[in-house]
Structures are given as C-alpha cells and as structure tokens.
C-alpha cells in the first residue's frame, strides 16, 4: 500500500490553534454509511448517539512537562523534548539541535548546575539521556520541564487545557485528543444511560505527530508505546453490547492486548488495511493529519469512506488537528 493513499489536501487554516470551550461543544461529525446518513452534531450529544449496554473506553494517560530548555557547558541552547516519560533515571528524548550535542554532553539548567547527559543518536533520530542529580527522569521534568504543544499549533494554549479531565499518571508526552473534548456533563450523561466508562494507560510517543516518509506502508517503522489494560476493563470490554474507544491510542491498546494475550507491555502494533479487528465496534476520534499512522488506522477502520468523511468534514468547516473537532464511526464490517 502506498503511503499516498492516507495523503489528502489540508489547508492551514483548517488546522485548529486553540480548543473549544466549553470541551463538550466541539463539532461531532457522525457517519451513518451514506452521505445522507451523515449527521451534524456536537460531543455533548454522545450519550444520545450511543447505546445502553455500550462500554466506551478512555485513555487516562496524563501529559508529562516533557520538553525542557537546558544549556551546554559553552552556554549553547539546548531543547530536550522526552519521548518516554516515566520513573526510571534513563529515557529516550528528541535534541534540538542534535548535530551541536555529542554522544556525552552533559546538559546544565538555568542556575548552572548539571542535569542531563545526552547519549548517541539512534536511527530514528532519537537520544538516550540520563538524569543526573534526580532520581528520575520524571522528577526532573517536573522541576524543569514544560507541557509540549503538538508542533501544528502556534498559539499559546493553557497547559491543563492539552489534558483530558481524568488524567492521572504523565506518562505521555502528547495528549489522547479524542478525550479532550469529554466534560463532568458528558460522562455523568453517559452513566445515566447505562453506558459504562472504563480506563486503560497507553503512554503516547511524540512519534504520533510525524509523518510517514516510507513510499510504502509496509516499510514504516511503528514507534513503541507502553500500554496497561486493567482487568475490568477488558471483562467490561468483553461483557459490553458494542466497545466504544475514544481515540486511536485506545484502539492500539485493545488491540494489541488481543493480539498478544497480555493486558500490559509495549505496543509497536501498526494498524493499516486490512486489518482483522477484534475488539473495537466504534470510534470517537479527531481528524487527522495527512500520511499519518493515525490517519492510516482509521483507514483501516471505516474503509476508503474516510476519504469522502474528510471532504465532507473540510467543506463544512470542521477544524481538524489536536484541538479541532471529532467525529464518529462504526466499524466496516467485512
């Protein structure tokens, strides 16, 4: 399959730079199957789209402060951008600008003191740092980091606004954006339908927002995100009259776990067409960039219907990207 068949025309001005408020009146674009099915609507009606028995499944992950602006011994600028938060003391990170740090240097904070070494880079382009003077690298990013914005978006944006409102671990260093757009509202209308909600953790790699730059899918090189399905969450999934996953990260999460037989590890799971799903009935999710693995998954999911969803979405005026709206989708059935 060739990566131009997930390509598509994406006007600047159709990438959105600041979410909607409140989160609930995003745009919801819902596909019935034909263009004449296709409805209009807003998140705050997803209660009223679903049904009694349907369990929809959210990722919890919570943002990381993942980039942090630190200097070389010479006074030289440092970015460090961390693509694996978490508790160990090593992890993977993005340095701008790589060329000027040698496998080695040691990076320093603002007050002088040393905080970060820098490793060599691995194909991907990628670096293994080290802290230093703090136990881990989350404590350091903590201290000294800051949220990362997605690099599309250009305008300032409050930091708690690039997180869901049921975040808990930072484990991620991007955002399940499908999930920004449900509100207190939103959840609390979903139990009085008797529509069950249930969490899984899937740490989000930076490596969500590159490109695909293989001319063919099968030689793109999947990034590896770690992942943990609770048990109740997959006898819910297991027990629910249709599986709900609220963005592609969740999709990933539930599938892999099929895939393997294990509940938590790491997922390096590329999903394209065709794919035998075996879990996930029903998307919610945002429109995605261009020659995207995310783009590529719901290809997979909905068939090339996604491409007629996308043209309808661009000429109605629906903001794509992080912040932008969402839309709703079944499954293709085979």
């Not at 393997?260 to 945002?286: C, E, K, M, Q, W």
Request: a negative charge; charged letters at 20%; aromatic letters at 6%.
């Amino acid at each position: 399959m060739r990566t131009g068949e997930v390509d598509y025309a994406l006007p600047p001005e159709a990438v959105a730079q600041e979410p909607v408020e409140p989160r609930h009146d995003a745009r919801l674009l819902v596909d019935g199957g034909n263009d004449d099915e296709v409805q209009h609507r807003r998140v705050h009606d997803l209660p009223r789209l679903l049904r009694p028995g349907d369990t929809v499944v959210v990722n919890d992950t919570r943002v990381a402060p993942a980039r942090m602006h630190l200097h070389k011994p010479t006074g030289g600028r440092v970015e460090v951008l961390v693509t694996t938060p978490g508790p160990a003391a090593v992890a993977e990170a993005l340095v701008r600008p790589g060329r000027r740090v040698p496998p080695q240097t040691v990076l320093r904070d603002a007050a002088g003191h040393d905080v970060l070494r820098v490793g060599a880079a691995d194909p991907d382009g990628t670096r293994q740092v080290t802290a230093l003077a703090h136990p881990s690298i989350s404590a350091l990013l903590e201290e000294l980091g800051e949220v990362p914005l997605p690099p599309y978006v250009h305008n300032p944006v409050p930091a708690e606004r690039y997180q869901t409102i049921y975040a808990r671990r930072p484990t991620s260093a991007a955002a399940p954006t499908a999930g920004l757009h449900l509100s207190e509202q939103v959840l609390a209308e979903l139990g009085a339908a008797g529509i069950g909600v249930a969490p899984l953790d899937l740490g989000i790699s930076v490596a969500t927002f590159r490109p695909i730059t293989a001319e063919r899918l099968e030689d793109h090189v999947m990034h590896s995100e770690r992942y943990a399905v609770p048990p109740e969450t997959w006898a819910a999934c297991g027990e629910a009259r249709r599986v709900v996953a609220v963005g592609t990260t969740v999709v990933r999460a539930l599938e892999t776990a099929a895939v393997r037989g294990d509940l938590a590890g790491s997922s390096d799971l590329f999903i394209r067409h065709p794919y035998p799903f075996a879990v996930t009935d029903v998307l919610l999710t945002n429109f995605h960039m261009p020659r995207s693995s995310l783009l590529c998954l719901l290809a997979a999911f909905v068939g090339e219907r996604w491409r007629r969803l996308y043209e309808i979405a661009l000429e109605s005026g629906y903001r794509f990207g992080s912040f932008g709206d969402a839309m709703l989708v079944s499954r293709l059935c085979s």
